[in-house]
Nanobody, 127 residues
Framework: QVQLVESGGGLVQAGGSLRLSCAASGRTFTGYAMGWFRQAPGKEREFVATISWSGGSTYYADSVKGRFTISRDNAKNTVYLQMNSLKPEDTAVYYC????????????????????WGQGTQVTVSS
């Protein structure tokens, strides 16, 4: 079992930045790809970004490409999401997740490929 705990959410003005963190604990974190998803009120959960175990492969949703950066520190069992140039439409609960769909090789944008999920952290962007 892997436990994931997100932090770093909050209220920010449009154009501002936030850095989300996701700390993993429990059984070994080794080999897992990590992803960030978000869910806005009244909408379905959507993919934001994913990163492979090594960090060498990343993939982003078009809506955040060029503004958000996913990274990880395996020594700290932590994955990050740096969010810049935030927009009101980025307002959502952000979730991190861990996947063994492609261990050591690749991340994935399919939420069904993720084995473990955090509880989420709220990000609110005011206009």
């Amino acid at each position: 079992q892997v436990q994931l705990v997100e932090s770093g959410g909050g209220l920010v003005q449009a154009g501002g930045s936030l850095r989300l963190s996701c700390a993993a604990s429990g059984r070994t974190f080794t080999g897992y790809a990590m992803g960030w998803f978000r869910q806005a009120p009244g909408k379905e959960r959507e993919f934001v970004a994913t990163i492979s175990w090594s960090g060498g492969s990343t993939y982003y949703a078009d809506s955040v490409k060029g503004r958000f950066t996913i990274s990880r520190d395996n020594a700290k069992n932590t994955v990050y999401l740096q969010m810049n140039s935030l927009k009101p439409e980025d307002t959502a609960v952000y979730y991190c997740a861990a996947s063994l769909r492609f261990p050591y090789y690749s991340g994935t944008y399919d939420s069904g490929d993720y084995n473990y999920w955090g509880q989420g952290t709220q990000v609110t962007v005011s206009s």
